[in-house]
């Protein structure tokens, strides 16, 4: 049974992680190759981060019997500056969940031709039939797709490192890489917390909480440096693109792109789903109003808030709770590092 709890939480985990930046390949452009080569070491120091942050988490919720996101930032942060944060991090999942759907109306326009509307309204749905089956809906989701998305996005890396003649490591920037890669991480953190903290039923072990937090790091670790050798091979072709992967993929024909349009949507939808899971536990425990009611509520803002642009969105307000996360994720691993209870963790046999 804890295997497949780990399986399942690692899906989680990098579900949450593998958004529209991550798939279409312009967070890999904007946090880690504009530093040439060196961007790889970020993407190797992002993934260590959030590897170490998720079991940070799922550890200290499974040690003191933390149910929610509310609970955990009240343990780390004390009632008062923990309540703050919590009501920021409310703001920020909703955020999330309009960038997503903002992004499949973009991707749609983009790939098809359709409606800015109609993919905003129909991940929307999407999102709200997952809602309706609660943490079961949102981790069965997650374990399904999220194997589809390394697979995918790995072959089609792979395929364009290979199938390029442009050499990989061809741009060389020394820059301030540690930065970017401790914000990328940061930033990714917040809503990731909302999620794996609200899974006491999932995650209830030490042990899951170790191996599923550090696979989902690795998990995504593994995907980003493939995808940035294979867009760093391709530099020039890229450079630039609003969805660089998919750009990429259309060089090696029809098929292929279309392929990748379906990973990068379902790489939206599992992030849209989660966060709107995550947004409706945040509420339920907050304002005690129907459950049903809060989801249509969520998703008719959710459609309403995307229509602002996902460039907008994303432009405006993940660089304000990027140096947010920093502070959180910083705070998490001192907290983690310093328990007493961590550092007899070896002395146990649960761990």
Same mark, same amino acid.
């Given at each position: 049974?804890?295997?497949?709890?780990? &399986?399942?939480?690692?899906?989680?985990?990098?579900?949450?992680?593998?958004?529209?930046?991550?798939?279409?390949?312009?967070?890999?452009?904007?946090?880690?190759?504009?530093?040439?080569?060196?961007? #790889?070491?970020?993407?190797?120091?992002?993934?260590?981060?959030? %590897?170490?942050?998720?079991?940070?988490?799922?550890?200290?919720?499974?040690?003191?019997?933390?149910?929610?996101?509310?609970?955990?930032?009240?343990?780390?942060?004390?009632?008062?500056?923990?309540?703050?944060? /919590?009501? #920021?991090?409310?703001?920020?999942?909703?955020?999330? @969940?309009? %960038?997503?759907?903002?992004?499949?109306?973009?991707?749609?326009?983009?790939?098809? *031709?359709?409606?800015?509307?109609?993919?905003?309204?129909?991940?929307?749905?999407?999102?709200?039939?997952?809602?309706?089956?609660?943490?079961?809906?949102?981790?069965?989701?997650?374990?399904?797709?999220?194997?589809?998305?390394?697979?995918?996005?790995?072959?089609?890396?792979?395929?364009?490192?290979?199938?390029?003649?442009?050499? %990989? @490591?061809?741009?060389? &920037?020394?820059?301030?890489?540690?930065?970017?890669?401790?914000?990328?991480?940061?930033?990714?953190?917040?809503?990731?917390?909302?999620?794996?903290?609200?899974?006491?039923?999932?995650?209830?072990?030490?042990?899951?909480?170790?191996?599923?937090?550090?696979?989902? *790091?690795? @998990?995504?670790?593994?995907?980003?440096?493939?995808?940035?050798?294979?867009?760093?091979?391709?530099?020039?072709?890229?450079?630039?693109?609003?969805?660089?992967?998919?750009?990429?993929?259309?060089?090696?024909?029809?098929?292929?792109? *279309?392929?990748?349009? &379906?990973?990068?949507?379902?790489? #939206?939808?599992?992030?849209?789903?989660?966060?709107?899971?995550?947004?409706?536990?945040?509420?339920?425990?907050?304002?005690?109003?129907?459950?049903?009611?809060?989801?249509?509520?969520?998703?008719?803002?959710?459609?309403?808030?995307?229509?602002?642009?996902?460039?907008?969105?994303?432009?405006?307000?993940?660089?304000?709770?990027?140096?947010?996360?920093?502070? &959180?994720?910083?705070?998490?691993?001192?907290? @983690?590092?310093?328990?007493?209870?961590?550092?007899?963790? /070896?002395?146990?046999?649960?761990?």
């Amino acid at each position: 049974m804890e295997r497949i709890g780990i &399986i399942k939480t690692a899906c989680v985990y990098t579900g949450i992680i593998f958004g529209a930046g991550f798939a279409s390949g312009q967070e890999h452009l904007t946090f880690f190759l504009r530093y040439g080569h060196y961007g #790889i070491m970020g993407i190797m120091l992002a993934g260590t981060l959030i %590897a170490l942050c998720g079991w940070a988490v799922m550890d200290i919720c499974v040690r003191q019997g933390i149910r929610d996101y509310r609970g955990f930032m009240a343990a780390v942060f004390g009632r008062h500056l923990g309540g703050l944060l /919590d009501i #920021i991090t409310g703001a920020f999942i909703f955020v999330i @969940f309009s %960038a997503m759907l903002a992004a499949t109306g973009a991707l749609g326009y983009e790939a098809a *031709g359709l409606p800015f509307s109609w993919g905003v309204i129909f991940v929307a749905m999407l999102c709200f039939v997952v809602m309706l089956f609660d943490l079961r809906g949102m981790v069965q989701i997650n374990t399904l797709i999220s194997p589809i998305l390394i697979i995918g996005a790995l072959a089609l890396g792979l395929y364009a490192i290979f199938g390029s003649a442009q050499p %990989a @490591f061809a741009r060389q &920037i020394a820059n301030s890489w540690p930065t970017s890669a401790v914000v990328y991480a940061s930033y990714n953190l917040i809503p990731a917390i909302a999620v794996l903290a609200a899974m006491p039923n999932l995650v209830t072990t030490r042990k899951i909480a170790r191996a599923g937090g550090i696979a989902g *790091g690795l @998990f995504l670790g593994i995907i980003g440096i493939v995808l940035a050798f294979a867009l760093l091979a391709n530099m020039r072709l890229v450079e630039g693109m609003q969805l660089p992967m998919l750009g990429l993929a259309r060089n090696y024909g029809h098929l292929l792109a *279309g392929f990748y349009v &379906i990973i990068l949507f379902l790489a #939206i939808f599992t992030t849209a789903a989660t966060n709107a899971f995550s947004l409706t536990q945040w509420l339920i425990a907050r304002t005690g109003y129907n459950k049903m009611k809060l989801k249509i509520t969520i998703t008719i803002l959710g459609i309403i808030a995307a229509h602002v642009g996902f460039s907008n969105i994303v432009t405006h307000a993940y660089r304000f709770f990027g140096f947010l996360g920093l502070f &959180i994720m910083v705070a998490i691993i001192i907290y @983690f590092l310093s328990s007493k209870k961590f550092k007899k963790c /070896d002395r146990t046999k649960n761990v």
